[in-house]
Protein backbone atom coordinates (compact mmCIF):
# COMPACT_ATOMS: atom_id res chain seq x y z
CA UNK A 1 0.00 0.00 0.00
CA UNK A 2 0.72 3.74 0.24
CA UNK A 3 1.35 5.36 2.80
CA UNK A 4 1.77 9.21 1.92
CA UNK A 5 3.97 8.53 -1.22
CA UNK A 6 6.16 5.41 0.42
CA UNK A 7 5.00 1.96 -0.57
CA UNK A 8 4.83 -0.09 2.45
CA UNK A 9 4.66 -3.98 1.80
CA UNK A 10 1.16 -5.77 3.21
CA UNK A 11 2.43 -8.52 4.40
CA UNK A 12 2.86 -10.77 7.56
CA UNK A 13 5.70 -11.76 9.27
CA UNK A 14 5.31 -15.55 7.68
CA UNK A 15 4.97 -14.12 4.38
CA UNK A 16 7.38 -11.82 4.60
CA UNK A 17 10.42 -14.41 5.53
CA UNK A 18 9.04 -16.95 2.79
CA UNK A 19 9.51 -13.70 0.40
CA UNK A 20 13.25 -12.79 1.59
CA UNK A 21 14.13 -16.71 1.54
CA UNK A 22 13.05 -16.60 -1.94
CA UNK A 23 14.94 -13.73 -2.73
CA UNK A 24 18.12 -15.07 -0.90
CA UNK A 25 18.12 -18.05 -3.12
CA UNK A 26 18.06 -16.35 -6.17
CA UNK A 27 21.42 -14.38 -5.77
CA UNK A 28 21.78 -13.39 -9.14
CA UNK A 29 21.61 -9.75 -8.32
CA UNK A 30 21.65 -7.30 -5.38
CA UNK A 31 18.16 -6.74 -3.99
CA UNK A 32 17.74 -4.60 -0.18
CA UNK A 33 14.38 -4.76 2.00
CA UNK A 34 13.89 -1.53 4.54
CA UNK A 35 11.77 -1.59 7.62
CA UNK A 36 10.21 1.28 7.87
CA UNK A 37 8.63 2.90 10.90
CA UNK A 38 6.42 6.14 11.62
CA UNK A 39 9.80 8.09 12.33
CA UNK A 40 11.24 7.09 9.08
CA UNK A 41 8.44 7.49 6.69
CA UNK A 42 8.19 11.25 8.64
CA UNK A 43 11.74 12.17 7.42
CA UNK A 44 11.23 10.49 3.93
CA UNK A 45 8.27 13.05 3.58
CA UNK A 46 10.82 15.52 4.18
CA UNK A 47 13.89 14.21 2.09
CA UNK A 48 13.68 13.28 -1.24
CA UNK A 49 15.95 10.98 -1.37
CA UNK A 50 15.16 9.31 1.28
CA UNK A 51 11.71 9.01 -0.24
CA UNK A 52 13.15 7.72 -3.35
CA UNK A 53 15.79 5.16 -1.76
CA UNK A 54 12.41 4.19 0.29
CA UNK A 55 10.57 3.16 -3.06
CA UNK A 56 13.57 1.77 -4.76
CA UNK A 57 13.69 -1.66 -2.14
CA UNK A 58 12.85 -5.69 -2.98
CA UNK A 59 10.36 -5.22 0.11
CA UNK A 60 9.52 -2.27 3.00
CA UNK A 61 8.32 -4.71 6.17
CA UNK A 62 5.93 -2.39 8.27
CA UNK A 63 8.08 -1.92 11.13
CA UNK A 64 5.60 -0.39 13.97
CA UNK A 65 3.13 0.00 15.28
CA UNK A 66 2.97 3.94 13.92
CA UNK A 67 2.58 2.79 10.56
CA UNK A 68 0.11 0.25 11.13
CA UNK A 69 -1.96 2.98 12.73
CA UNK A 70 -1.28 5.25 9.66
CA UNK A 71 -2.84 2.35 7.98
CA UNK A 72 -5.45 2.08 9.41
CA UNK A 73 -6.16 6.19 9.35
CA UNK A 74 -6.12 5.62 5.49
CA UNK A 75 -8.82 3.16 5.90
CA UNK A 76 -6.52 0.13 4.17
CA UNK A 77 -5.28 -1.75 7.46
CA UNK A 78 -1.78 -3.68 7.42
CA UNK A 79 -2.36 -6.90 7.92
CA UNK A 80 0.30 -7.06 11.14
CA UNK A 81 3.02 -4.84 12.21
CA UNK A 82 6.72 -7.01 11.39
CA UNK A 83 9.18 -5.76 13.75
CA UNK A 84 12.33 -5.84 11.85
CA UNK A 85 14.54 -7.27 14.66
CA UNK A 86 12.31 -10.14 15.12
CA UNK A 87 12.41 -10.34 11.01
CA UNK A 88 15.64 -10.90 11.31
CA UNK A 89 16.03 -12.82 13.67
CA UNK A 90 13.51 -15.37 12.31
CA UNK A 91 15.19 -15.75 8.99
CA UNK A 92 18.15 -16.48 10.59
CA UNK A 93 16.37 -19.24 12.21
CA UNK A 94 14.55 -20.26 9.00
CA UNK A 95 16.98 -23.47 9.18
CA UNK A 96 18.73 -23.34 5.74
CA UNK A 97 22.51 -23.26 5.12
CA UNK A 98 22.98 -19.40 4.48
CA UNK A 99 26.26 -17.05 4.69
CA UNK A 100 25.79 -13.64 6.33
CA UNK A 101 27.78 -10.46 6.51
CA UNK A 102 27.62 -7.91 9.61
CA UNK A 103 27.48 -4.25 8.59
CA UNK A 104 27.29 -1.72 11.99
CA UNK A 105 27.06 -0.80 15.66
CA UNK A 106 30.53 -0.57 17.19
CA UNK A 107 33.31 -3.03 16.68
CA UNK A 108 32.78 -4.73 20.20
CA UNK A 109 29.08 -5.14 19.25
CA UNK A 110 29.23 -6.17 15.78
CA UNK A 111 32.25 -8.94 16.32
CA UNK A 112 29.94 -9.92 19.67
CA UNK A 113 26.66 -10.52 17.02
CA UNK A 114 28.78 -12.26 14.64
CA UNK A 115 30.00 -14.98 17.54
CA UNK A 116 26.13 -15.19 19.38
CA UNK A 117 24.93 -16.07 15.52
CA UNK A 118 27.64 -18.95 15.06
CA UNK A 119 26.54 -19.99 18.39
CA UNK A 120 22.78 -19.89 17.86
CA UNK A 121 22.27 -20.65 14.60
CA UNK A 122 24.45 -23.71 13.26
CA UNK A 123 23.18 -23.08 9.30
CA UNK A 124 24.48 -20.22 9.48
CA UNK A 125 28.04 -18.99 8.05
CA UNK A 126 29.45 -15.49 9.11
CA UNK A 127 31.44 -14.22 5.87
CA UNK A 128 32.04 -11.01 7.51
CA UNK A 129 31.68 -8.14 9.56
CA UNK A 130 32.50 -4.74 9.53
CA UNK A 131 31.68 -1.88 12.78
CA UNK A 132 29.29 0.74 11.26
CA UNK A 133 31.68 3.70 12.33
CA UNK A 134 33.55 4.48 9.13
CA UNK A 135 34.56 7.42 6.82
CA UNK A 136 33.04 8.25 3.64
CA UNK A 137 36.58 7.07 2.59
CA UNK A 138 36.49 3.89 3.67
CA UNK A 139 33.02 3.08 2.28
CA UNK A 140 34.62 1.63 -1.23
CA UNK A 141 37.01 -0.86 1.39
CA UNK A 142 33.91 -2.29 2.85
CA UNK A 143 32.02 -2.52 -0.23
CA UNK A 144 35.13 -4.29 -1.97
CA UNK A 145 35.00 -6.41 0.55
CA UNK A 146 31.24 -7.57 0.81
CA UNK A 147 31.82 -8.15 -3.42
CA UNK A 148 34.50 -10.12 -2.74
CA UNK A 149 33.11 -12.68 0.53
CA UNK A 150 29.71 -12.55 -1.46
CA UNK A 151 27.47 -13.42 1.22
CA UNK A 152 23.90 -14.11 0.89
CA UNK A 153 22.59 -12.04 3.62
CA UNK A 154 23.59 -8.68 4.96
CA UNK A 155 22.68 -7.13 7.59
CA UNK A 156 23.19 -3.58 7.83
CA UNK A 157 22.46 -1.59 11.23
CA UNK A 158 23.65 1.89 10.54
CA UNK A 159 20.28 3.57 11.75
CA UNK A 160 18.00 4.89 9.98
CA UNK A 161 18.38 6.84 7.81
CA UNK A 162 21.99 6.30 7.48
CA UNK A 163 21.61 2.75 6.38
CA UNK A 164 18.78 3.67 3.96
CA UNK A 165 20.45 6.07 2.51
CA UNK A 166 23.95 3.92 2.35
CA UNK A 167 22.31 1.07 0.67
CA UNK A 168 20.67 3.28 -1.72
CA UNK A 169 23.94 5.33 -2.76
CA UNK A 170 25.47 1.36 -3.06
CA UNK A 171 22.97 -0.61 -4.51
CA UNK A 172 24.73 -0.90 -8.20
CA UNK A 173 27.95 -1.45 -6.26
CA UNK A 174 26.66 -4.51 -4.54
CA UNK A 175 26.86 -7.22 -7.02
CA UNK A 176 25.02 -9.98 -4.92
CA UNK A 177 22.89 -10.39 -1.70
CA UNK A 178 19.95 -9.32 0.16
CA UNK A 179 20.94 -6.71 2.64
CA UNK A 180 18.51 -6.00 5.33
CA UNK A 181 18.48 -2.10 6.45
CA UNK A 182 18.17 -3.23 10.55
CA UNK A 183 18.35 -0.29 12.50
CA UNK A 184 19.85 -1.64 15.89
CA UNK A 185 19.25 -5.35 15.66
CA UNK A 186 23.18 -6.19 15.89
CA UNK A 187 23.54 -5.03 19.27
CA UNK A 188 19.89 -6.90 19.90
CA UNK A 189 21.99 -9.92 18.50
CA UNK A 190 25.51 -9.04 20.52
CA UNK A 191 22.89 -8.45 23.56
CA UNK A 192 24.89 -4.95 23.33
CA UNK A 193 20.55 -3.30 23.80
CA UNK A 194 17.51 -5.18 24.44
CA UNK A 195 14.14 -5.04 23.21
CA UNK A 196 11.32 -3.88 24.99
CA UNK A 197 10.07 -6.67 27.56
CA UNK A 198 6.64 -8.21 27.06
CA UNK A 199 4.70 -5.73 28.28
CA UNK A 200 5.54 -2.95 26.10
CA UNK A 201 5.00 -4.69 23.29
CA UNK A 202 1.49 -6.47 24.84
CA UNK A 203 0.09 -2.75 25.23
CA UNK A 204 1.97 -1.26 21.76
CA UNK A 205 4.20 0.43 23.86
CA UNK A 206 7.41 -0.27 22.89
CA UNK A 207 8.01 3.72 21.73
CA UNK A 208 7.37 4.51 25.15
CA UNK A 209 10.51 2.23 26.30
CA UNK A 210 12.66 3.68 24.35
CA UNK A 211 11.73 6.61 25.05
CA UNK A 212 12.78 5.54 28.68
CA UNK A 213 15.88 4.08 27.19
CA UNK A 214 16.91 7.15 25.19
CA UNK A 215 15.19 10.23 26.34
CA UNK A 216 18.19 11.88 23.53
CA UNK A 217 15.21 10.58 21.00
CA UNK A 218 12.52 12.72 21.98
CA UNK A 219 12.81 15.18 19.42
CA UNK A 220 12.95 12.42 16.84
CA UNK A 221 9.80 10.61 18.03
CA UNK A 222 7.96 13.58 18.41
CA UNK A 223 7.49 12.91 14.31
CA UNK A 224 5.40 9.61 14.98
CA UNK A 225 2.16 11.70 16.02
CA UNK A 226 2.87 14.12 13.60
CA UNK A 227 3.17 11.18 10.94
CA UNK A 228 -0.57 10.23 12.29
CA UNK A 229 -1.62 13.70 11.73
CA UNK A 230 -0.41 14.06 8.43
CA UNK A 231 -2.38 10.43 7.55
CA UNK A 232 -5.72 12.21 9.33
CA UNK A 233 -5.38 15.42 7.59
CA UNK A 234 -5.00 13.78 3.93
CA UNK A 235 -8.34 12.09 4.64
CA UNK A 236 -9.82 14.61 5.49
CA UNK A 237 -8.36 16.52 2.47
CA UNK A 238 -9.50 13.27 0.10
CA UNK A 239 -13.03 13.23 2.14
CA UNK A 240 -13.69 17.37 0.72
CA UNK A 241 -12.73 16.49 -2.59
CA UNK A 242 -14.52 13.05 -3.33
N1 LIG B 1 25.24 3.17 14.21
C1 LIG B 1 26.29 2.90 13.37
N2 LIG B 1 26.92 3.93 12.76
C2 LIG B 1 26.55 5.23 12.93
C3 LIG B 1 25.44 5.50 13.79
C4 LIG B 1 24.80 4.44 14.41
O1 LIG B 1 26.65 1.75 13.18
O2 LIG B 1 27.17 6.12 12.33
C5 LIG B 1 24.56 2.05 14.84
C6 LIG B 1 24.44 2.14 16.35
O3 LIG B 1 25.64 1.71 16.96
C7 LIG B 1 23.26 1.20 16.59
C8 LIG B 1 22.40 1.41 15.34
O4 LIG B 1 23.24 2.01 14.38
O5 LIG B 1 23.73 -0.13 16.61
C9 LIG B 1 21.22 2.33 15.57
O6 LIG B 1 20.31 1.74 16.36
P1 LIG B 1 18.90 2.41 16.63
O7 LIG B 1 18.11 1.44 17.41
O8 LIG B 1 19.08 3.78 17.19
O9 LIG B 1 18.31 2.47 15.16
P2 LIG B 1 17.37 3.53 14.51
O10 LIG B 1 16.11 3.56 15.32
O11 LIG B 1 18.11 4.83 14.51
O12 LIG B 1 17.17 2.98 13.14
Known sequence: MDILGIRIDDIDMDNAL?????????????????????????????????MEALNSSFMNIPDGEGVVLASKILKAP??????????????????K?????LLGASYDSVSTAAQNILSHYPNISISGFHDGFFSENQ?????????IK??????????????????YRHSKDIRSGLAIGAGGTIDIISGFAKRA?????????????????????????LNIPL?????KQHMLFKKKKD
Not at 20 to 37: E, Q, V
Not at 78 to 91: A, D, H, I, R, Y
Open 18 to 50: SKAYAALCDNKSFKYIFTPNAEICMAAIKNNNL
Open 78 to 95: LKEKVPGCVFVQNLLGIG
Open 97 to 101: NFSVY
Open 139 to 147: EKEIIDDIN
Open 150 to 167: KPDLIIIGLGAPKQELFI
Open 197 to 221: PEFFCKYKLEWFYRLIKQPKRFRRM
Open 227 to 231: FLLKC
